[in-house]
Nanobody, 115 residues
């Protein structure tokens, strides 16, 4: 069983920055691939960024160069640093991992980019 808890969302003006955190339970956290997804109202949930246990990263084209995913295995935490935020980044952001064909999701954290 894995529990994921997100934090760090909020309201920010266009061009601003936020850092999201995802803290996970589990003694083998360092082996997990952790993903960040987002879902805007009326849209499907989409993959934003992913980081493997070895630290390899992958990003959606829409966030490349603006978002950075990283991890601190000593703290069982994955971060999503979001810079140059745009109104279209407004969504609920979810942390996700999959183990033995079971998907685990956090509760989500709201990010709103608006002036």
């Amino acid at each position: 069983q894995v529990q994921l808890v997100e934090s760090g969302g909020g309201l920010v003006q266009p061009g601003g920055s936020l850092r999201l955190s995802c803290t996970a339970s589990g003694s083998i956290f360092s082996m997990y691939t952790i993903d960040w997804y987002r879902q805007a109202p009326g849209k499907q949930r989409e993959l934003v960024a992913a980081i493997t246990g070895a630290g390899s990263t992958n990003y959606a084209d829409s966030v490349k160069g603006r978002f950075t995913i990283s991890r601190d295995n000593a703290k069982n935490t994955v971060y999503l640093q979001m810079n140059s935020l745009k109104p279209e980044d407004t969504a609920v952001y979810y942390c996700h991992t999959a183990l033995v064909s079971t998907n685990y999701w956090g509760q989500g954290t709201q990010v709103t980019v608006s002036s």
